[in-house]
């Protein structure tokens, strides 16, 4: 049921809408047909969660879950329950420092069930084609989990459409490159963290335009 | 049956399927004979100029309504295009652009209800104003005047000059021309392409003197002048989807040609100032959608008020 309902929402729905504000997708076809995965983006607009869940495997979709921040998000239950119901959300607490341990051990479970995770590391939208630092929480998951593969995705442009603090859509034409699968290397913290963002950079070159 | 029986825009159609047939076969015996990247790339562009056509003469031919929403929808995706090469655009535009979206849909309203006079002075007076006027109102005035002449320019490239080749199916019937405007528009548009085709495939085959180089080093004399000459002829057989006297006829195959050159190399030097060859990958072997409608954004209102003063303003 939810599947369909997702399906019908993120195909039928977003796929043309995304299309007419001049977002292209590329690459999609890259992602594992399985979970468990976890898909790792930069964050412009609100319109990257929509991008991405517009991409997922249809038989996956209903176990693809945006990570989003509950601060935010989940402000009271009904707008908590609207999220889970459009976007098929996970809320955590945001941290701002060291990655809060109890939303760590809920993506954990979600990632053992062979769900996918898309997260998005800056931690929040932040200036227009500007890398914030990313937070440490993903490096944290994919220690934990080395057999589990993270997919880079680098966003152009996204911020032109629907910046953060505006109401309007402006159509622009904005691009969203996948990349291949890749698994952890190594072992620390800081340095799978650098392996994620080199490959989401990785993308900027071999972006078509 | 025979070709002078059928309608004039069943003998059009047959032109163009004939045309593509013609250019598939030959790049597909060229193919076998010496194959090569240039080869393939002949073959990619002439499966784009398939898919092209079929949209277009679709798009052209189903229904009134389904040509205003398809070139409504050409100039948007134009736009859209032009907007996002012109690099210099600043963050605060974000606001107008989204007026200027909004000018499409009531550009093409004007259009579609034959409303001359509105649709005629709208962007060239009201967007024109009202543009830097929701400029000013946001209060940056750091560059403000480079964005008060490319915004309104671009509307004007890409949304005034192709909804001009909507308007001629809003044109009154003419007595003794049975296709009406249809005709007129699949006769500008087939020419315009054609006239690029032609430019570049003499120039492939002769071309020596370069025209203007810094801007576009493909152009050459001898492409110009053979495209030239073909379009003419071209124009001149295909005067059956149009008012024209022979004499007509061959002038506006000299207007197409002519002002095609100009629309062509208008949007070369926008690229080249902002560094790109072509202006996106929207269609394979060509670019963006605005590499193959530049001829179309300067042709398309010169051959409208040529046909209009001639034979539509009494």
């Given at each position: 049921m939810r599947t369909l309902w997702l399906a019908f929402l993120y195909r039928i729905l977003m796929r043309p809408a995304l299309a007419i504000l001049g977002i292209r997708i590329a690459n999609k076809a890259q992602l594992p047909k399985k979970g468990p995965f976890v898909v790792v983006s930069n964050h412009n607009s609100h319109l990257d969660t929509m991008a991405l869940m517009a991409s997922m495997p249809l038989r996956q979709i209903a176990r693809c879950h945006p990570v989003a921040a509950a601060q935010y998000f989940g402000k009271n239950q009904f707008l908590a329950r609207l999220s889970t119901l459009f976007v098929n959300t996970i809320l955590i607490k945001r941290q701002d420092e060291n990655p809060d341990q109890k939303a760590l051990e809920v993506l954990d479970a979600y990632l053992r069930k062979g769900h996918c995770l898309l997260l998005f590391p800056e931690g929040s939208r932040g200036i227009p084609e500007q890398l914030q630092a990313f937070r440490s929480g993903v490096a944290v998951l994919l220690q934990q989990h080395p057999d589990i593969p993270f997919v880079p995705v680098y966003m152009k442009g996204m911020g032109k459409i629907l910046p953060k603090g505006k109401k309007t859509l402006v159509p622009h034409e904005a691009f969203v490159q996948f990349g291949k699968a890749h698994y952890i290397h190594s072992n620390d913290i800081s340095q799978i963290l650098d392996e994620v963002k080199n490959a989401i950079l990785a993308l900027q070159d071999e972006l078509v335009p | 049956?025979?070709?002078?029986?059928?309608?004039?825009?069943?003998?059009?159609?047959?032109?163009?399927?004939?045309?593509?047939?013609?250019?598939?076969?030959?790049?597909?015996?060229?193919?076998?004979?010496?194959?090569?990247?240039?080869?393939?790339?002949?073959?990619?562009?002439?499966?784009?100029?398939?898919?092209?056509?079929?949209?277009?003469?679709?798009?052209?031919?189903?229904?009134?309504?389904?040509?205003?929403?398809?070139?409504?929808?050409?100039?948007?995706?134009?736009?859209?295009?032009?907007?996002?090469?012109?690099?210099?655009?600043?963050?605060?535009?974000?606001?107008?652009?989204?007026?200027?979206?909004?000018?499409?849909?009531?550009?093409?309203?004007?259009?579609?209800?034959?409303?001359?006079?509105?649709?005629?002075?709208?962007?060239?007076?009201?967007?024109?104003?009202?543009?830097?006027?929701?400029?000013?109102?946001?209060?940056?005035?750091?560059?403000?005047?480079?964005?008060?002449s490319v915004i309104p320019t671009h509307l004007m490239l890409t949304v005034f000059s192709i909804s001009h080749l909507a308007y001629l199916l809003s044109l009154p019937e003419l007595k003794g021309l049975e296709v009406g405007g249809r005709g007129l528009l699949l006769y500008v548009v087939f020419l315009t392409e054609m006239n690029d085709v032609f430019q570049f495939?003499?120039?492939?085959?002769?071309?020596?003197?370069?025209?203007?180089?810094?801007?576009?080093?493909?152009?050459?004399?001898?492409?110009?002048?053979?495209?030239?000459?073909?379009?003419?002829?071209?124009?001149?057989?295909?005067?059956?989807?149009?008012?024209?006297?022979?004499?007509?006829?061959?002038?506006?195959?000299?207007?197409?040609?002519?002002?095609?050159?100009?629309?062509?190399?208008?949007?070369?030097?926008?690229?080249?100032?902002?560094?790109?060859?072509?202006?996106?990958?929207?269609?394979?072997?060509?670019?963006?959608?605005?590499?193959?409608?530049?001829?179309?954004?300067?042709?398309?209102?010169?051959?409208?008020?040529?046909?209009?003063?001639?034979?539509?303003?009494?």
């Open positions: - | 049956m025979r070709f002078e029986h059928l309608t004039a825009i069943h003998q059009m159609l047959l032109v163009i399927l004939g045309v593509l047939v013609f250019a598939s076969c030959l790049f597909w015996i060229m193919g076998r004979i010496q194959p090569g990247p240039q080869v393939t790339e002949l073959q990619t562009r002439t499966r784009s100029w398939w898919m092209m056509a079929t949209v277009f003469v679709t798009a052209a031919l189903v229904h009134p309504l389904i040509t205003f929403i398809a070139f409504g929808f050409l100039s948007f995706v134009a736009f859209r295009e032009l907007s996002r090469i012109s690099k210099n655009a600043r963050p605060e535009d974000r606001g107008v652009l989204f007026w200027a979206y909004l000018a499409i849909p009531v550009q093409y309203t004007f259009a579609y209800f034959a409303w001359f006079d509105a649709f005629l002075m709208f962007i060239p007076v009201v967007m024109f104003a009202w543009i830097p006027f929701v400029l000013v109102l946001k209060g940056h005035t750091q560059d403000i005047a480079r964005s008060m495939t003499w120039g492939k085959l002769l071309g020596r003197h370069k025209i203007i180089e810094k801007v576009s080093p493909n152009k050459t004399w001898e492409g110009f002048l053979g495209g030239l000459i073909s379009t003419i002829i071209a124009a001149f057989l295909l005067r059956f989807l149009t008012p024209f006297s022979a004499f007509e006829s061959v002038m506006a195959g000299l207007l197409i040609a002519g002002t095609g050159f100009v629309g062509d190399v208008i949007v070369s030097a926008i690229k080249r100032d902002f560094g790109l060859k072509d202006t996106g990958t929207a269609i394979k072997g060509h670019g963006g959608i605005l590499d193959r409608i530049d001829s179309l954004a300067i042709s398309a209102p010169f051959f409208f008020y040529f046909v209009y003063f001639l034979h539509y303003a009494s």
